[in-house]
């Protein structure tokens, strides 16, 4: 079962891969939700460089696993915005959007980045 649902993921996610590029004007937001945690990064593609990164592993107080990734989504834009960063694609990484990867997304919409 899990063999198949990492194939499956991965497939999903070469999909998504050979459509979404971040350049320096507009780098890639890309997520990986674990089973405890969330993290984010805005990547710029074309040097191979991680501009800003975020995750749950630094929030130390109670909330739910969703409640973080909203708080995730808008510290990384607030960190965005800090170094000149309004907009992005969004790379989901193979995970459905929904859940934590949309509260992520939304938080970051909040926090002022577009895509």
């Known amino acids: ?36 945690d969330i993290y984010a990064q805005i990547i710029d593609d ?13 929030l130390k107080d109670k909330a739910t696993k ?14 965005a915005t800090q170094a000149g960063i309004t907009a992005v694609v969004f790379d989901r990484n193979g995970f459905l959007y929904h859940g934590r990867v949309k509260g992520l997304a939304d938080g970051a919409r909040e926090g002022g980045l577009q895509f």
């Open 1 to 36: 079962m899990l063999a198949k649902k990492l194939q499956r993921r991965t497939k999903i996610k070469a999909g998504i891969r050979s459509r979404v590029f971040g350049t320096p004007e507009r780098p890639r937001l890309s997520v990986y939700r674990s089973n405890k």
């Open 46 to 58: 074309v040097h191979g460089k991680t501009l800003v990164a975020a995750s749950s592993i630094s």
């Open 66 to 79: 969703t409640e973080k990734s909203i708080l995730v989504g808008k510290a990384l834009a607030e960190k």
